[in-house]
């Protein structure tokens, strides 16, 4: 950006040319703008979808399936009306066609992984596609307060590339309101292991009063996802079902959840269960749980415990816990 001068032409071209072709950056920049606008309707489409793609979160390298059965969203009724059977061939012609892009990519370029890499797909998989890193920022700029149709939100689902695709899609969905479609985004990491995942699922089965499927859901993942789930259920103040929840996770191992079940007994009035609760906590390795021993100062069965509070410089009511 120190070399550019002042001119936003070049601090563009230096931050997203590709291996530093900045002089095609910037030759081909007003072409691929001019092949978008004079585009029609079906390469258009074809290119919005890519756009919103790269925009929301999915990595560059865009499936044509994806594309394809997004497309038809982004063309209203007379347009669709009007296309040929050919229609997605000729938009791909148009959008890969390099000639008239004065040395710079066209606009959308067939991504081939190169031999010997491990990159190699299948023969007969469906090919890739990157979008023109010019047209990927000016779709950033241009299409930032558009939401996609429900086309373009059913086809990431279906064909986005990888689950790091689907999650990142997904939280985009799930800002602009499209919670069925982030929903269904998030389950094929949520089903590849990834708790991120599946902990945004219960919270929406969570939100949307389906409680019985939040804790199927927990039940099937991570314990924390159990604790977290009965954290939910302590902030809106359902304490019983708090309290469930956390001896649930608790009994499957989240150390976590018996601290947390500890306080609830505390704030219930009943201190001889807390401080058992705090106490099968600490001896779980909960140093949480170690420093609420030591404000309430509990008495502690080994001198190593003791040390150990004192380690954290811990007191209880304005003086160090008595160890004795």
């Given amino acids: 950006m120190a070399n550019a001068g002042g001119d936003p032409r070049w601090a563009e071209a230096l ?49 044509r399936l994806l594309l394809e059965q997004a497309a038809a969203g982004y063309l209203n009724e007379d347009q669709w009306d009007l296309l040929g059977d050919d229609w997605l061939e000729r938009a791909f012609a148009y959008l890969t066609d390099p000639r008239p892009c004065r040395g710079a990519l066209p606009p959308l370029t067939r991504i081939r992984p190169r031999l010997g ?124 079902e708090a309290e469930r929840l956390y001896r649930a996770a608790a009994d499957v191992g989240n150390t976590a959840a018996l601290s947390a079940l500890a306080r609830l007994r505390e704030q219930a009035g009943d201190q001889a269960e807390a401080e058992r609760l705090y106490r099968a906590a600490t001896d779980a390795g909960d140093t949480w749980a170690l420093q609420a021993l030591a404000r309430k100062g509990g008495r502690l069965d080994t001198g190593g415990r003791w040390s150990d509070l004192l380690r954290f410089g811990l007191e209880a ?8």
């Fill in 317 to 324: 009511d304005g003086r160090v816990a008595d160890p004795w």
């Fill in 117 to 240: 890499t491990g990159n190699t797909k299948p023969q007969g998989e469906e090919p890739s596609y990157r979008l023109a890193d010019y047209l990927a920022q000016h779709g950033a700029r241009t299409r930032r307060l558009i939401c996609p149709p429900a086309e373009f939100w059913d086809a990431a689902t279906r064909h986005a590339a990888t689950p790091a695709d689907h999650s990142a899609l997904a939280r985009a969905a799930n800002a602009r309101g499209r919670y069925r479609h982030a929903y269904n985004l998030w389950q094929r990491p949520a089903d590849r292991g990834d708790t991120a995942a599946l902990g945004a699922q219960i919270e929406m089965r969570e939100r949307t009063g389906d409680r019985e499927g939040a804790e199927q859901l927990a039940r099937a993942g991570d314990p924390a996802l159990l604790r977290n789930l009965a954290a939910m259920r302590e902030q809106a103040r359902d304490q019983a």
């Fill in 15 to 63: 931050q997203q040319a590709r291996a530093g072709a900045l002089t095609q950056y910037l030759a081909g920049g007003p072409a691929l703008i001019g092949l978008y606008q004079k585009a029609a309707a079906e390469a258009r489409a074809v290119l919005h979808a890519a756009m919103d793609a790269r925009r929301l979160g999915h990595r560059v390298a865009l499936p």
